[in-house]
């Protein structure tokens, strides 16, 4: 079976324990490849790669830095099909959804942050007839980027590309549970021959591997997108050492449908937003408000919609809900249906695991679940699922549908369905989140900020946020 290697100064590289863990394919529920249980000395050498590479690639013109992430994205690009086919096997997404979505926005991040750099600049404040001030902005030097499982390297390589246009080194750990796209890139940078050490790949376990990153003295920032109770963690530890850090963290997202919306194109997106990716994107709407006077219809139809939505073989292209990621994760999820029972929900549709046929008999499949009944500050509209699991809930007025919305501990984004222009404004000013789509969903522009207030993370990622973020602000002040 395939053995995944780490990818340090430029070479793969077997992990120094010289053990692996076992790496799943979601939709057969079986091992297909193994990945490196690397450590604190596999990450050592890779900073140590890192800190050799570092200063001649800060040195490089942004053009030159340029032209290199325009390499990297235009070698995925010819090997798209590959890597999508892999992003579906390590993750259980559909097909469909590997190739529209997560491989193509993983070259756009590239070509993005590689066209952002060539326009990013410092700033200068006049004192008039006293000096002039001129802010440098420069790279950290060595640092570190940790991503999750859902959108691989749709995520890594949102912080990759920015950190490196920036004149970064990077060590970075993606998710272990879905490592192989990851192992692609690495690939594809050996291909295109980046000088060694200026990305650098561990794989392993998060508190072995991402903790070994956050912890080593050379590191200068930590970017992390996950959980909720991992970036507490990370911060835990990266906050005495005066790091920088950013955290992508975890949400709770309300979809608040009023009566005067496009109806068609409400219902349509709602069923995207609720189950792409099984659920499994931190910018899902998972608590679904809809204004009274058309709450019973939208229920009516919306459950038809999702139950005819087709799961099945992720590597089939008309599959619309492949397999949940890890049998762990299908289990927390069954968990809080049986949590919604319990808080006196009634379960509309779906809910139950998926039992499949030949290739898929053992995967990992639910159907989507639909609950209704439930009062919005119980658990279940409380905590973070992260799965094919949304609830219904009527309300009657603006003020009430903000308090619910606003009522959870998460701030990440907001989904507002009206076609009344005076209320999207001010119900989205009023919205506790850091992201708000009004008649849309998942719309992204690459130079806005995108992050989460409250426990949904701390600082921005996106444009020019995320390249100040990889730069420390230098100001100097010239007297006349
Ligand atoms: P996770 O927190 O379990 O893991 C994320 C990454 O952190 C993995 O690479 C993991 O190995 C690593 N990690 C785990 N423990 C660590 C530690 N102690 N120190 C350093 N690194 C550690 O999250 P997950 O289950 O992979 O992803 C799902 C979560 O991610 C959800 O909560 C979801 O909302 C969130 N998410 C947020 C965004 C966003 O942009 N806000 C985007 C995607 C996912």
Redesign the pocket.
Known sequence: MEKIANYINGHMVGPVSGSYLDNFEPATGKVYSYIPDSSDEDVSKAVDAAMQAAKAWAELPNEKRSEWLVKIADRIEERMEEFAQAETRDNGKPISLSRTMDIPRSISNFRFFAHAITQFSGESHQMQGIGINYTLRQPLGVVAC??????PLY?LSWKIAPALAAGNAVVT?????TPYTAYLLAQVCMEVGLPPGVLNIVHG???K???A??LHPKVKAIS????????K??AS?VAPQFKKMSL????KNPNIIFADCDYDEMLRTTVRSSFTNQG????CGSRIFVERPIYDKFKKDFISMVSSLKIGDPSEVDTKMGAVVSEA?LNKVVSYIALAKEEGGTVLCGGHRQWMTDRCAEGWFLQPAVIEGLPYDCRTNQE?I?GPVVTLMPFDTEEEVLMYANSTTYG?SATLWTSHLARAHRVSEKLEMGIVWVNCWLVRDLRTP???TKA??VGR?GGFEALRFFTEPKNICISY
Do not use: D, Y
């Open positions: 940790i991503s999750p499982w859902n959108l995520l750990k993606p998710s272990e549970i376990l998060g508190p591997v991402g903790e990153m956050c992390f997108t996950g959980g909720t109770a991992t970036g963690r990370i530890i992508e963290l975890g949400g499994q994107i931190c910018l994760h973070e992260f990440l995108f992050g989460g949904s993370g990622e």
